[in-house]
């Protein structure tokens, strides 16, 4: 099962670029990658998937190297609001579309 | 727009005692997902169904059943509560294309005493 490394911790200031790394270097060929975040215990939240081309929507952009072993989340405009832990995730391929989740990186905005 | 819906919020439990959690969601999902996640820690998957009338086994099942009856609940039953089953349980769904992202509800908070 490919699995992923990610920093513990993280800071930015507030209305800067955060820049999120993840490792995956044992990824398949036909494995997502996949950003959730999840807020002071809430429920996790969908951010954005890939699978070999850098993807952007409204909350992100995710830029996926070309060998596909890493990746990284970028917030364009971090605010405070954007204080959580973020984790990247794998999607296992198989019948139960498994997410093997890391303990992710706890991103601290500030002010 | 309600998403995943669970049910209750916090609850007590003693040593030995049963419970359900219920999970119940509004977007026409076929897929559904039950995980834990302990303090600092990832999510872990316990179970998951693919289908009404369809389960299986997650990652760490021991101590716990589910059924699908409907395509809207997934209940999670805990049949003889233990202190090793204090988590934080979120329930989630999904379209069932692999690319489809997973969407969670706000979680149950459990303390087993």
């Known amino acids: 099962d490919a699995k992923t490394t990610q920093p513990t911790s993280m800071d930015c200031a507030e209305g800067r670029a955060a820049n999120l790394p993840c490792n995956h270097s044992?990824?398949?060929?036909?494995?997502?990658v996949y950003w959730y975040r999840q807020i002071h215990s809430q429920g996790p939240q969908y951010i954005i998937h890939?699978?070999?081309?850098?993807e952007t929507n409204e909350m992100a952009s995710l830029i996926i190297t070309e060998d596909r072993k890493s990746s990284t989340l970028i917030l364009p405009h971090a605010t405070l609001r954007d204080t959580a832990v973020y984790y990247c995730?794998?999607?296992?391929?198989?019948?139960?579309?498994?997410?093997?989740w890391g303990a992710g990186t706890k991103l601290i905005i500030k002010p | 727009n309600a998403g995943v819906t669970q049910t209750p919020k916090f609850r007590i439990l003693k040593i030995g005692q049963s419970m359900t959690l219920q999970c119940t969601q509004d977007?026409?999902?076929?897929?559904m997902y039950w995980y834990r996640q302990d303090p600092g820690m990832g999510l872990k998957l316990i179970y998951y169904?693919?289908?009404?009338?369809?389960?299986d086994k997650g990652e760490v099942p021991n101590g716990y059943n589910v059924s699908r009856s409907t395509t809207e609940d997934f209940p999670l039953r805990l049949e003889l509560a233990a202190p090793s089953q204090t988590s934080v349980y979120f329930c989630?769904?999904?379209?069932?294309?692999?690319?489809?992202?997973?969407?969670f509800g706000d979680g149950t908070r459990l303390s087993i005493l």
């Open positions: 989630a769904s999904s379209y069932p294309e692999a690319w489809q992202p997973q969407h």
């Open positions: 044992t990824i398949s060929g036909n494995e997502y």
């Open positions: 169904s693919v289908g009404a009338g369809i389960t």
């Open positions: 977007m026409n999902h076929n897929y």
């Open positions: 995730i794998v999607r296992v391929l198989g019948s139960n579309y498994q997410l093997i």
């Open positions: 890939g699978l070999k081309n850098n």
